[in-house]
């Protein structure tokens, strides 16, 4: 029998032309993929007609397939001799959980490798015009979960975060959105400081919404934004205005 293993694919932001090289020929190579919710299923077509496609999604408060669940099918495949393919949206391990697969795989004796992606927060941030870093306005960065998968986990440190890095880049969110508005302000957040709302980052679907700190939440209940989304908080926001001001003063030139 041939030795099974396993690949842990980041499949990108969205836009299927977004993923890398090596993880497009991990997908055409499989004998079996489980993939996510966030992952384009039009990657899916690249597969062999004859691999197997088990789907592993999970939406915010609901888990069609417990981790633990997936984690047993990925080493049961695996054990089988066939080279199983975890892909997943984004960067398998920006809260991706690819850590804990490939402490699973480690554990059962099986080969594995992470194939990294361009994680959402990069490619969404890019798609609408957003640099994370900026010149002269942001030379710092960090991605925070909005949320835990278990309550009782230690808190996000919303103090040290109000102030110790100039962009915030936050995952997971919307649901909390009031919530974590309120910790940045009662931290000494500006409450002016520019803020966005990123839906369906990268995709046809893609929707930016911003304001600031001040009244963010109040435009993602009107806009009615929904996940996926990111919510980026820090100057660099303003740059977005600039582009497009520049664009829409460029067409009136040509036209």
Same mark, same amino acid.
């Given at each position: 029998?041939?030795?099974?293993?396993?690949?842990?694919?980041?499949?990108?932001?969205? =836009?299927? $032309?977004?993923?890398?090289?090596k993880a497009m020929r991990c997908i055409q190579n499989a004998d079996v993929i489980l993939y996510d919710r966030l992952v384009n299923e039009e990657l899916?077509?690249?597969?062999?007609?004859?691999?197997? /496609?088990i789907y592993c999604g999970?939406?915010?408060?609901? %888990?069609s397939m417990p981790q633990e669940q997936t984690e047993k099918l990925m080493i049961r495949y695996a054990a089988a001799g066939n080279h199983v393919v975890r892909l997943k949206g984004? =960067?398998?391990?920006?809260?991706?959980?690819?850590?804990e697969e490939a402490l699973?795989?480690?554990?059962?004796?099986?080969?594995?490798?992470?194939?990294?992606?361009?994680?959402?927060?990069?490619? &969404?941030?890019?798609?609408?015009?957003?640099?994370?870093? %900026? /010149?002269?306005?942001?030379?710092?960065?960090a991605f925070v979960t909005g949320s835990r998968?278990?309550?009782?986990?230690?808190?996000? /440190?919303? =103090?040290?975060?109000? %102030?110790?890095? =100039?962009?915030?880049?936050?995952?997971?969110?919307?649901?909390?959105?009031? $919530?974590? /508005? $309120?910790?940045l302000l009662h931290h000494g957040k500006d409450p002016m400081t520019p803020a966005a709302l990123i839906e369906n980052g990268?995709?046809?679907r893609e929707r930016t919404v911003t304001g600031t700190l001040g009244n963010i939440d109040k435009l &993602?209940?009107?806009?009615k934004i929904v996940n996926p989304a990111l919510i980026i908080i820090g100057e660099s926001v303003k740059v977005r205005e600039q582009l497009l001001s520049l664009e829409r003063a460029a067409r009136s030139q040509i036209g």
């Open positions: 029998m041939k030795q099974g293993r396993i690949s842990i694919v980041g499949a990108g932001p969205g =836009d299927p $032309e977004l993923i890398t090289v899916l077509g690249y597969g062999r007609d004859e691999a197997l /496609r999970k939406a915010p408060g609901q %888990h984004g =960067d398998p391990l920006v809260f991706g959980r690819g850590g699973t795989a480690a554990a059962a004796g099986i080969p594995y490798e992470i194939v990294p992606g361009l994680t959402s927060a990069i490619g &969404a941030a890019a798609s609408s015009g957003i640099p994370l870093t %900026h /010149r002269g306005i942001a030379a710092s960065f998968c278990n309550e009782d986990g230690a808190p996000v /440190r919303w =103090d040290a975060l109000a %102030h110790s890095v =100039d962009t915030l880049v936050i995952y997971m969110g919307v649901s909390r959105l009031s $919530e974590i /508005r $309120e910790q990268t995709t046809s &993602a209940a009107a806009m």
